[in-house]
């Protein structure tokens, strides 16, 4: 099988192209250069490039680099943004694996005659005696990315490899060490790449938007604090509200963007019987009824029913759960907890 290897300049994708080969399939590996500006964290930087060129040398493989940077513009960085301005928490790194290290790396790899796409995230792919493919956990629970892939449809997992998915972290860096690669003791990924340490989230969009102060009230109405910028406030947050110290733990429950305000209340007032979801992509047939519900990259699935209508889902939580910030990934398991079946954002 002739198979492109999306090499981040990171350990697991290091390893996938290495077992690839071990399993004979005929690898090239690439690169997506995404971000032009400033990056001193994430994936994007000239060293990671580097470190991907140097393990592809060691593999033994062709090393191309994609510039895909108007599609990340386009499908990452301008909705980030956007979502800000309107209120929203954004996931850019799930918009860039919907948008760009998928969709638009395999029509790429169409267009180039290459069977399949393979990548280093810890999730699995399977089969059903259907034929039909299942997107389940990775092996590793503590490392597991399944939440970040929940985006990819049958037509996708079908020609999507991912190699490292059966095995831990802890084995992937012990094969990376056994073959010397340069990323064998390479700390992981962990920000977005567009966002850097030394600005922060404040500098990137205090340049791109205009931000206001607003003020902070109590579920009653009474003014409490006070925030530089509203835009930045998500639901749940509990630190830079500019409430006086001492007091009970207040959160972000609620951020009304156009009216400058945000308002702060307790666990109780934080917590919801149901959340919406909009913009659903199922792994195969849509469902509903009883499921487990995950609402962060490493939160806990929990038990709720799903009920569908024209407008998307609504999860009705068997036990009220924390208000999921409007724009953050809503993903569906089955009760096993162990594959994905769909996946949207929260709307509400």
């Excluded at 000239?46 to 062709?62: E, F, G, P, T």
């Amino acid at each position: 099988m002739k198979v492109l290897l999306a090499m981040s300049g990171g350990v697991d994708s290091s390893v996938a192209g290495a077992l690839l080969l071990r399993e004979g399939h005929e690898v090239v590996g690439v690169t997506m250069k995404l971000w032009g500006g400033d990056s001193d964290t994430g994936c994007c930087s000239v060293s990671d490039v580097d470190d991907a060129r140097r393990v592809a040398q060691q593999l033994d493989i062709d090393h191309l680099v994609f510039n895909f940077g108007d599609d990340f513009d386009t499908h990452v960085v301008a909705p980030y943004v956007a979502a800000h301005a309107a209120g929203v928490t954004p996931n850019p790194c799930i918009e860039c694996n919907r948008h760009v290290k998928f969709d638009r790396l395999l029509r790429r790899a169409d267009q180039l005659g290459f069977d399949a796409v393979a990548t280093g995230h810890h999730a699995r792919i399977g089969r059903r005696p259907d034929g039909t493919h299942t997107l389940e956990r990775g092996a590793d629970a503590a490392k597991d990315q399944s939440y970040v892939v929940h985006m990819l449809d049958q037509d996708a997992l079908a020609r999507t490899r991912f190699p490292v998915g059966h095995i831990d972290k802890a084995e992937v860096r012990r094969l990376a060490a056994e073959l010397g690669l340069r990323t064998a003791s390479k700390p992981d990924s962990q920000d977005v790449c567009f966002i850097t340490s030394t600005g922060g989230r404040e500098a990137f969009l205090g340049d791109r938007i205009p931000t206001r102060p607003g003020r902070v009230v109590d579920t009653s109405g009474a003014e409490v604090g006070a925030v530089a910028a509203v835009e930045m406030v998500t639901i749940g947050q509990r630190r830079g509200l500019g409430l006086p110290g001492g007091g009970p733990v207040r959160y972000a429950v609620d951020v009304d963007v156009p009216g400058a305000t945000v308002v702060v209340g307790d666990e109780a007032d934080l917590r919801r019987p149901s959340t919406r979801v909009a913009d659903v992509v199922w792994t195969g047939r849509p469902v509903d009824g009883e499921v487990l519900v995950q609402t962060s990259a490493h939160g806990t699935a929990r038990p709720a029913r799903l009920d569908r209508d024209d407008h998307g889902v609504v999860v009705h939580w068997r036990t009220p759960q924390r208000r999921v910030a409007p724009g953050q990934s809503v993903v569906v398991y089955d009760l096993d907890d162990v594959c994905v079946l769909g996946g949207g954002t929260a709307a509400d």
